[in-house]
């Protein structure tokens, strides 16, 4: 069973009754409507409300909720309040974010009655993903970033995960070794190719600086509006360098993404200094993020979603790729 087995069984329970039930605890009166919502962490679900008088000038989104339910034993009520501080911070600032509705207890954080499932309530907001940037909203993407960063760097987290060669690299590696989930043959390889990594970026990792990050900000965790962008899922929110929160915008290694990420860092600095040494980061972050990856499926794997999402993650093919990825991160790193 995976980590997660008992929060699985308890994601299984929230049906619509119970759904509908803290929506309404919380005074909104619903319709009886909800439409799942893509997610695989955690369950997130749009809601209808009632609103009753139809005569008001309500907007199409006033008609709607959005309630997220975090996956239990995932994030304490204190990391995920971290969380919440975190968007918080960036709203007073006037940065474009979606804050969490305060609920009936006075706080943005609800548990379901007889449970271990944190939720909270957001505003249905529009918006659409952008595939591809122009060099105008690289640009702006690059300002708004630095002004997320002077922001984040005003406040500490104090129960989030620190985003290093430990935490990302060394303790999954321990999690999928213990576990035997990689194929006996492939075990040595992998291992090598994860300590070697994580040996010689751990320094470059203790000489910069973290702070508040978003830590999972690609582009389908920014959404467009024809007032420009506002970012989205704050779940992975980490302690870590800010290179984080760019290089997973364009990261590749091509001379498009190269282009793009020189043109945001250039509008980026036109706002907030930025430690040029910690470009170095960015290889070691790839490799981490492969590491992490595979320890996330793995720690999910009893919930049949994943299953279907990641039908070859047994197979000897998928270690395979993950060994040759890995030693390949670490070819480039050592030089």
Request: with cysteine; aromatic share 12%.
């Amino acid at each position: 069973m995976s980590a997660w087995g008992k929060g699985n069984k308890l994601f299984l329970e929230l049906t619509p009754d119970r759904i509908l039930s803290e929506l309404e605890r919380n005074g909104f009166q619903c319709t009886g409507r909800l439409l799942q919502l893509n997610s695989m962490e955690n369950r997130v679900y749009q809601v209808e409300l009632d609103l009753g008088d139809q005569t008001k000038n309500f907007s199409k989104y006033d008609f709607f909720r959005v309630v997220k339910f975090y996956r239990p034993g995932r994030w304490t009520k204190d990391q995920i309040e971290d969380e919440h501080q975190f968007i918080r911070d960036l709203k007073e600032s006037d940065l474009p974010v979606v804050s969490p509705l305060l609920l009936e207890n006075g706080e943005t954080i609800g548990k379901v009655k007889g449970s271990d499932i944190y939720y909270c309530i957001y505003p249905r907001v529009g918006g659409r993903i952008v595939d591809e940037l122009s060099d105008e909203q690289v640009q702006m993407v690059g300002r708004y970033l630095a002004r997320f960063h002077i922001c984040s760097e005003k406040r500490k987290s104090n129960h989030r995960i620190k985003l290093d060669t430990l935490s990302y690299g060394l303790s999954h590696l321990k999690f999928l070794l213990d576990s035997k989930t990689i194929p006996f043959d492939l075990e040595s390889r992998y291992k090598c190719a994860v300590e070697a990594i994580c040996k010689k970026s751990e320094s470059w990792f203790e000489g910069s600086s973290s702070q508040r990050i978003h830590g999972d900000c690609h582009l389908g965790n920014i959404l467009w509006t024809d007032q420009g962008p506002f970012w989205v899922d704050f779940d992975d929110m980490l302690v870590g360098p800010p290179i984080q929160d760019l290089w997973l915008l364009f990261p590749g290694r091509d001379e498009y993404s190269k282009q793009k990420i020189n043109l945001m860092l250039n509008s980026y600095k036109s706002i907030r200094n930025f430690d040029e040494s910690t470009l170095k980061l960015i290889e070691p972050l790839r490799a981490l993020r492969y590491i992490h990856f595979s320890a996330w499926i793995k720690k999910r794997y009893d919930d049949a979603s994943f299953q279907r999402a990641f039908p070859d993650f047994n197979s000897w093919t998928y270690w395979q790729n993950q060994v040759n990825d890995l030693e390949y991160q670490n070819s480039i790193i050592q030089n």
